[in-house]
């Protein structure tokens, strides 16, 4: 909790984490405690409303919007699907990684060596791989340009396009999770 030393005015002189017996209020003043609400500092303004003198002793906040053009809310809108696709594209490589480190490759790309080889195992988990992650890479582009069309709400996380993706499964049937396990 941070806290506001205002003077006999109400105006703020200084802002601090905590008061202790150091903190000097000037004659006249008092203390408050300043507690922000989160709000988006791209769309919105916050702003104290100072408390009335020695009845108060919380600062409150206006959050207004900010007036912003439809080109630059646009903007701000698509800086945050890229941003957002590139931390689902993240979680989505873990995962993938994660579940071909269950049969023991180090990578997607280690599994699809295996190919063609004369493991006839080793060959049917590349291929699943290599299938899988194609299947997983077309989706997600579908899904991000019908986000990007505003075809589709924005996903909030992983569980929102998990209904979407293939099924990580092995040949033998099994499968693994893409969220947990």
Known sequence: MSWVVLNSEGKVVQRVNK???????????WC???EPPAFDRETQVCRPVLPVPYLQDLVTFTVTNKSLTPEQMGEIGARRLVALSRKLEDVVRARMAAW???RGYDSLVDA?????GTNATWDAEGRAVRDVATGVWETAYVLQAEVFAGQRQPPQGLADIV???PAL????GEVFPWIGG
Do not use: M, S
């Not at 699809?112 to 063609?116: A, D, F, P, Q």
């Not at 499964?169 to 033998?172: E, I, L, Q, S, V």
């Open 112 to 116: 699809c060596k295996y190919i063609g």
């Open 163 to 165: 209904p979407d993706l």
């Open 19 to 29: 008061l202790t017996p150091q903190t000097i209020v000037p004659p006249g003043g």
């Open 32 to 34: 408050a405690r300043y």
């Open 169 to 172: 499964a092995w040949p033998d």
């Open 100 to 102: 071909v480190k269950t």
